[in-house]
């Protein structure tokens, strides 16, 4: 993995090595208009939840999030999110993602903070907060059967920004993890989100979505791939997807927050034939 993704990329997802990739490019490998270097120690946090969403009763979970850099490559894990499907009625939320009533609607809430602001010192102090919300996990399916993968969003402080917010899904094969991001946001630059209103990503399970989705830790000089790509890079590798979860954590990011704050509804969260929030 190049320093050229850095700055679009926040922590939390779930990726455990970086791997060289392929010759091949399926993608646009131009280099992200605002990259940065880093590196940082582990960022944990311990809190999360199951979510109801017959009952919107909400009980403590036992997820750990870990986000770090090292050598300019971020290394993150969600582990043990549970339950483990959208059918079976559950989602987890980590981190500082809640269930939250808002416009007489349950929605997602998922907030990044970032103390000391616009100095990014919390990427080396431990004190960056993130949250998400994973609707799948054990999918265990190649890429081609993901669909539909859609969402409202509402942006309630900072921007898009930092490769934050954006949908990650975790993919491996017998061997290795690693991870693609689907940024939210205008193209290029993933920023310029309207603040204080609704808007809808459309379908991003396609190759009208554009060049958002990222596979640079599986085929080296893809950062910017359409939907078709992605496919054709993670089946190379023989890669199924295990987890497909929301993220917010570009509080780091002097794009992406404001006074290091950024803050970030979510709801009509669709993974093919399941929509939760409502």
């Known amino acids: 993995m190049s320093l050229r993704r850095l700055s679009i990329l926040a922590s939390a997802a779930l990726m455990m090595t970086a791997i060289s990739g392929v010759s091949a490019v399926f993608g646009d490998s131009s280099t992200p208009p605002n ?7 582990p960022i944990i946090t311990t809190v999360s939840y199951n979510y109801d969403f017959l009952t919107g009763e909400v009980t403590l979970g036992t997820t750990t999030a870990t986000a770090l850099a090292v050598n300019n490559v971020f290394l993150t894990v969600v582990s043990d999110p549970a339950p483990s499907d959208p059918n079976n009625g559950f989602g987890t939320f980590f981190g500082t993602a809640r269930p939250v009533r808002f416009d007489g609607d349950t929605v997602v809430n998922t907030t990044s903070h970032c103390p000391l602001w616009p100095a990014p010192t ?39 920004g930092g490769g934050s917010p954006r949908f990650s899904l975790t993919v491996s094969n ?48 893809t950062f910017y791939n359409t939907y078709s790509g992605a496919k054709t890079c993670a089946d190379s590798f023989g890669y199924t997807v295990s987890s497909i979860f929301l993220v917010t954590d570009g509080a780091w990011s002097t794009g992406g927050a404001s006074s290091g704050t950024q803050s970030v509804l979510f709801r009509s969260v669709q993974i093919n034939g399941v929509t939760r929030f409502p």
């Open 122 to 160: 919390c990427l080396t102090s431990g004190t960056l907060t993130f949250g998400g919300f994973v609707m799948v996990h054990h999918f265990g399916s190649i890429l081609d059967q993901v669909t539909t993968l859609a969402t409202q969003y509402n942006i309630q402080a900072g921007d898009c």
């Open 174 to 221: 017998a061997t290795q993890t690693h991870e693609i991001f689907v940024y939210i946001g205008p193209y290029p630059n993933f920023t310029g989100c309207t603040t204080g209103a609704w808007q809808s990503t459309g379908n991003f399970a396609t190759d009208s979505a554009g060049l958002r989705w990222d596979t640079s830790q599986l085929c080296s000089g």
């Open 35 to 41: 990259y940065i270097g880093v590196n940082f120690g």
